[in-house]
């Protein structure tokens, strides 16, 4: 896993050469929060927000 929230790939220097490229790269992003909730646990923390249901924890 690595150290940073900060993705390898910089999605705001890049040229998208179609819609479909964006969408690639979109559902790409959205793919590594989805398995990593941490990332949203921490996010909805920092907000004081809290879930409606418990998540259950990976091990």
Do not use: K, W
Not at 30 to 49: F, V
């Amino acid at each position: 896993m690595r150290g940073s929230v900060q993705p390898c790939e910089c999605q705001a220097n890049t040229a998208f050469t179609d819609p479909e490229h964006l969408m690639r790269a979109l559902r790409h992003g959205l793919r590594e929060i989805q398995y990593r909730s941490n990332l949203i646990d921490g996010c909805l923390a920092e907000t004081g927000l809290t879930l409606a249901t418990p998540r259950q924890q990976s091990q």
